[in-house]
């Protein structure tokens, strides 16, 4: 079973530029999710889907965050414009089902801000 | 205060003995626990998760959880140097929402 796809795996971009994440999650998943995990910090859930729907995108920061997953698949999650903080890895994961069901992450994107 | 909470450590054990780590959180809505291992530039991996009162064992793995005390600890005996990682502790509510603690990181010493 293939795991969780991510893309770009590395991305360092000058603030107030725009980057974009790319995911597709397990096959027959239907929940996805996108974290960000800074340096010595647990991740921080951005946006959770279950299929199309938005979940729960209450941490988001959404004057420059936007995240969209069409088709109920694969997931884009874009920045706009770039902050020196958002300096991170963004972790992609899916589940089976919310919420009793574990998480599988992908690689991640490890984004440098300069 | 954050919803989950981990002891940060390091957590630094001998080869052979037992760690423990420990996680406390304030979501009384929170119903199901995972605890994931992050080797350092990896992403997190499962490797218990627990729903009931009480305590789970998987190998060398015990999870435990009280709802009233609203804790969850994990039990790791006969510690290799290769479960050197750091430990994060979730909770998940029946709404869907999922919580992260900080971690603790753990040295396991030949």
């Known amino acids: 079973e293939a795991g969780v796809a991510q893309s770009p795996r590395y991305k360092i971009i000058e603030k107030r530029q725009s980057v974009a994440f790319w995911c597709n999650p397990i096959s027959g998943h239907a929940t996805l999710y996108w974290y960000q995990q800074i340096l010595g910090q647990g991740p921080k859930l951005l946006i959770q889907f279950q299929n199309n729907g938005v979940v729960d995108d209450s941490q988001l920061p959404k004057d420059r965050f936007s995240a969209e997953r069409l088709k109920g698949v694969d997931s884009t999650l874009k920045i706009q414009p770039a902050k020196l903080e958002d300096s991170a890895v963004y972790l992609c994961a899916s589940s089976l089902e919310a919420p009793a069901y574990e998480q599988y992450f992908g690689p991640g994107t490890r984004l440098t801000v300069t | 205060q954050k919803e989950v909470e981990q002891n940060s450590g390091p957590l630094s054990v001998p080869e052979g003995a037992i760690a423990s780590l420990n996680c406390t959180y304030s979501d009384r809505g929170s119903q199901s626990f995972f605890w994931y291992r992050q080797y350092s530039g990896k992403s997190p991996e499962l490797i218990m998760f627990?729903?009931?009162?009480g305590d789970k064992e998987d190998g060398r793995f015990t999870a435990q959880l009280n709802k009233a005390s609203q804790y969850v600890s994990l039990l790791i005996r006969d510690s290799q140097p290769s479960d050197s990682a750091t430990y994060l502790c979730?909770?998940?509510?029946?709404?869907?929402?999922?919580?992260f603690g900080d971690g603790t990181t753990l040295t396991v010493k030949p």
């Open positions: 979730a909770g998940n509510t029946n709404a869907g929402k999922s919580t």
């Open positions: 627990i729903y009931s009162n």
